[in-house]
Each structure stands twice: as C-alpha cells, then as structure tokens.
C-alpha cells in the first residue's frame, strides 16, 4: 500500500495492527506452550481493538489534516515492512513475544512522533498527538496485561 497522505498512514497502521492481530490468533493455535499461547490470544484481542481505534480517527479529524501528504517524509522514512509473521511467534517465550510487540508498538509511537515534529498545521498535530498518545496507552495498558499473564 502506497502511503501518501495522512488518511492513508491512519489506514496502514490500522492495516497494521490487524495484520499482528491475525498473526498472533494463528500463532496462539499452533504454539505448543499454552502460557504464550494465551499472551497471544490476549494480544490478538488488543491489535484488533487497535485497529478499530486508529480506524475512528479518519471519522474525527478534520479533512485537512487527514488529506495532508506524508510521502516527502516516508519517502526519506519508509515505514516498517510488515511485522515479523511467520512461525517465528509459535516457539517464542512469553517473554520474547512481549519484547517483540513492544518493539513494534514503540516504532509506531515513533513515527508519529517524528511527524508531530515536523508538521506545522495545527488540526494535523492535533491528530498525530491523539494517535500517538492513543497508541502509548494502549501499548502500555497491553503489556501491563502481558506481564499479569506472567505472574499468572
């Protein structure tokens, strides 16, 4: 998917955040483990709610922020290729699998704070804030989740 405006970026995260949701129900079925296979149920769960969240931002924001262009940004910043989802997550420990989705969450977070620093229009750092700050939450809440599944 070719990202050229900022619609278009609010669409590929929320790509994004399904594309690791399937990953992690499929892994979860085939991981021999039944505490990382519960974490990535859990995951699951919390990428598509994500997913969902980013979705309502396009239905919020003001059309002149969403139809702003991003490519001179991501054309020198390209965005993450598709998470790791392969069988990679089915031998995982529940503690490399919680390492590896925060590594993913933080280089979002990171890229909307890149452009929030580089954009000047008001309606369009409202957004990038609202997104960024949505997804710390949610990346903080989730891997407060993961981590009382350990202690379970």
Not at 16 to 41: I, T
Not at 99 to 116: D, K, M, P, R, W
Request: with cysteine; hydrophobic share 40%.
């Amino acid at each position: 998917m070719r990202v050229e405006s900022f619609r278009d970026l609010l669409d590929w995260t929320s790509g994004y955040h399904q594309m690791l949701s399937h990953c992690f129900h499929h892994a979860a079925s085939n991981h021999a483990d039944n505490r990382p296979a519960m974490l990535l149920d859990y995951l699951a769960d919390k990428e598509q709610k994500l997913a969902s969240m980013v979705q309502q931002f396009k239905q919020l924001a003001v059309n002149k922020a969403l139809n702003t262009w991003c490519t001179e940004y991501l054309d020198k910043h390209p965005l993450m290729v598709d998470a790791v989802c392969n069988d990679a997550f089915n031998f995982m420990s529940a503690s490399d699998i919680i390492a590896e989705v925060e590594n993913q969450h933080q280089q979002i977070i990171q890229l909307y704070q890149n452009l929030y620093d580089r954009s000047q229009m008001s309606e369009l750092q409202q957004l990038l804030s609202d997104v960024a700050d949505m997804e710390k939450n949610e990346a903080k809440q989730m891997m407060q989740g993961a981590n009382r599944l350990e202690d379970i």
